[in-house]
């Protein structure tokens, strides 16, 4: 590795945990995973909106342009979490961790090593192979790639705005309004390579896998779960097959949005059971990036803030917006359509019979019954999420009373609820059912919203007691209790 | 002790119900084939490469023009109805190949049955249930393999590896034959896929059993429920026990699933292993794109450009949206867009150009020095129409280079006619 390519990635790294480290000066349990997996992924947006900002003129030496601006941000915000945590330190809330019994260590380790594995093979899979999936080059590499060969940046607009275009410096191609986060971090990869080397290019997604992990596993920690649990939710968050292979086969933007969107989920649970601001701020951050990512984290972006904005309100209060979103729903079925502001999305017009959005396109509103066994095989049939989708749905029942008091599971349920009501709304009542049943899509926009489910899972598991299951011996009541 | 006698009795019992269900069992089947019929490696003629004899078996060394190889046997009528279940057994065989298997009946004998991509053959014995095989029925006349660089995944150039293929057999219904191609179906190779990034479940294998997953969950589920009642476990107990089996099930899966994943890794290795990315960029599946892209972006850098000011576009065309829009990544830095996408009636600039590759819709017509979509011609439109509502002028397109599959057409100032 390069020297140049080296400190591509500590930089950001180093900006990313100082920024986390700004937000969270209370070094709960699993803080240092947490600043690390949020370091890691957020230094990695940064590193992109350095570019964006600093290197459109000099796309080819990107990196030398923002390496100095984004180092000194991380000194700046790292001076801020070093004068913020020592405040902090005499408040520290972090309680003496108790050893774990030699089976757990086993298992841990176990865990541990089975992760390693598939990262090994990812790894080699992303160094060795040319960029492989088709909207890997076609959506998101095609800008990274012309802006880095090109020298500098050049505007991606419709087609009809291409051909009318009088100076010939704008680009086009299907996929012109897609964000550009993702080719921004492969043109500042680029610039430290010097060169359009794909596999070097790709890496980031391991680093984002890699950052998911432990982004969970810390704020899991945070959120009360043992080490032992937390593992083992991390082993089978990090063993889902198509997770794994949206890592090997680099390239797709959907596990950035998952990752991101479930940092989001984390942070705002930690905001919900520990009133802690920093959290929320947190939570936010996440949450307003996701639009910068896919089209579809606009939706996500909307969901949540809907979610977790009627979540927040006073009960009277939610009384009035219920009523205000039903005179909304109302007027808009009398008049026959309605045309909203979304942001990340332009002005969408929604009738009873289609749905125009002016990025993506008209989708019209029908039920497609073959789209249902293409969801079915996709959540259940297929080897995509193992046992994933048979479980959560047991496990909200089995601990239905936990999810009644819980307010964090509460309010993760009804934004899981929510979104995945969209999804269900979009594959099975609109234009985009094809996708379902052709199987190219569906999975990837659930993958947007299986670690926020997990998530809820752990908050509803991590007080139950194994031992009488494993032991044959009666169970106990659960172990501890939350605040609702 | 009995009670923990009896729940593993009726777990076996379930687990063999649940399996014999995907397995297609014909429970009066018998447990070994009644009939089998050998069909060695060597009395197979090669009809496409190049194979010689090697004791019993086939040393395949080489494949044909087309980059496949073939080799076919011929039979005396066998019935399809007795012979539900193929083996097949090679050798060395590259994982950057795919093997299909194609027959010919005698209601038909001047057609081959569309050949069907069947099992990665491994190491070892592959077991392939003809009954969901389409076509397999009636007198079979003839029967064969034919091996060809993996679709959408393997480099053409560095597909093929000599191999030997040892034997092949066909046997009656059996316990043995129904589970055996049950196992083939669930724990073979499958390569990486463009559709793998969206769904791991859609293989090009014909005569695929039903997947895995569910009937694991139902044989834990049962197995739960029968240990739950024999064995009196109380209702608290009942859940966290269920969370463990669960877990062990999520573990076997896993398992399944990281030896499939080192198998689409080991194909990985194969290809690119020790060599320079220089060398590993050139490796695709679809050179032919890569090198019409390269020649013309040659060709551009040979030519000026008409308006100094102005930069070049391209508006590429080609037989399906995979190969324009690779063609179009391959172009960069050249501006190129997909003609496919063109919605507006003019075409306004000069130094444009139409890069037309392989089949495609767009045809050059001469006599009117413009380029024609076939596609878009409504019955009983005249051509010129078409070009004067598509076009603002016709006689603007003039061949600038072509080679081999690769056309390229410029926009220049319309010509007087």
Known sequence: ?484 | MIRRFVCIVVIALIWLIVLAWPAGLAWESPLVPKQQMTLDARDFRVVRGAGVEDGASLRIGSVGDDGSALQAMPLRRVHADDFSVLRYRFDGFPRTLELSFFFRRADSPADVEPAVTVPWPGDGWQTLDLRKVPGWRGDIIELGFAEYATPQIAPPNVAFKPFRFDRAELSSPSWRGSFAALYTSWFGYTPWALVSISALGPQREVAQAPPLLPFAMLGVVLSLAAAAVVLRWSRKSIAGRAIVAFAALWIVLDLVWLGDLYSKHVFTENVYAGRPWSEREQLVPDPDIAQAAAQVRNYFATQPSLHQNLSRRILVGAESKYVFLKLIYELLPLNAAPIQQLTVSRLPLNDTFVLLFGDTQWHYDEAHGTLLDEHALPPGVSADSIYQDRFEHADRFEPVWESGDVHLYALREARQR
Request: proline share 5%; hydrophobic share 60%; glycine share 8%.
């Open chain 1, 1 to 484: 590795m390069s020297f140049a390519l080296a400190f591509a990635w500590l930089i950001p790294c180093a900006a990313g945990v100082a920024v986390y480290a700004a937000f969270d000066a209370r070094r709960e349990s699993g803080y240092w995973a947490t600043a690390f997996g949020y370091g890691l992924v957020l230094g990695l947006l940064f590193a992109a909106a350095a570019s964006d900002l600093l290197a459109r003129a000099d796309t080819a030496h990107a990196m030398a342009h923002a390496w100095l601006p984004l180092t000194a941000f991380a000194l700046i915000v790292g001076t801020v979490a070093w004068r913020r945590s020592r405040a902090r330190a005499a408040a520290s809330t972090t309680a003496p961790s108790q050893k774990m019994e030699k089976w757990k260590i086993a298992l841990f380790c176990a865990a541990l090593a089975s992760l390693a594995w598939r990262a090994i093979f990812a790894l080699r899979e992303i160094l060795l192979r040319p960029t492989f999936p088709w909207d890997a080059w076609d959506a998101w590499a095609v800008k990274s790639k012309a802006w880095f060969l090109l020298g500098h940046y050049a505007p991606f607009v419709p087609m009809g705005q291409w051909i009318a275009g009088t100076s010939g410096e704008s680009y086009s191609g299907p996929a012109w309004s897609y964000p550009a986060a993702l080719a921004w971090l492969q043109v500042w990869f680029a610039s430290a390579v010097g060169g359009w080397i794909e596999p070097l290019i790709n890496l980031p997604w391991l680093a984002l896998w890699i950052g998911m992990l432990f982004g969970h596993y810390g704020q899991w920690r945070a959120l009360g779960l043992t080490r032992m649990r937390a593992m083992a939710f991390v082993y089978f968050l990090g063993s889902l097959p198509l997770v794994t292979v949206h890592v090997a086969l680099a390239g797709y933007a959907d596990l950035w949005i998952a990752t991101i969107f479930g940092f989001a989920v984390l942070a705002w649970a930690r905001w919900l059971e520990q009133r802690d601001r920093n959290q929320l701020a947190l939570a936010c951050l996440c949450v307003l990036s996701l639009p910068w990512i896919k089209l579809e984290g606009a939706v996500w972006m909307l969901i949540f803030v809907g979610v977790a904005g009627y979540g927040s309100l006073p009960r009277q209060w939610r009384r009035y917006a219920m009523g205000v979103i039903v005179a909304i729903v109302a007027i808009g079925a009398l008049i026959g359509h309605l045309k909203v502001p979304l942001f990340g999305l332009g002005w969408v017009n929604i009738s009873l019979h289609a749905i125009e959005i002016p990025v993506i396109g008209t989708l019209a509103i029908a039920f497609h019954p073959r789209a249902v066994a293409g969801a079915v095989a996709s959540l259940f049939t297929q080897p995509n999420w193992h046992l994933l989708w048979y479980l959560a749905p047991l496990i909200v029942i089995w601990r239905w009373r936990q999810f009644h008091e819980l307010r964090a599971a509460r309010a993760l349920g009804a934004l899981l609820a929510a979104s995945l009501a969209f999804l269900g709304f979009l594959f099975l009542f609109t234009d985009a059912a094809r996708w379902a049943e052709s199987y190219s899509a569906i999975n990837r926009l659930v993958m947007h919203v299986v670690p926020a489910l997990f998530t809820m899972l752990a908050l509803l598991l991590r007080d139950v007691d194994f031992r009488p299951a494993l032991l044959g011996i009666a169970p106990k009541s659960d172990a501890r209790s939350h605040p609702a």
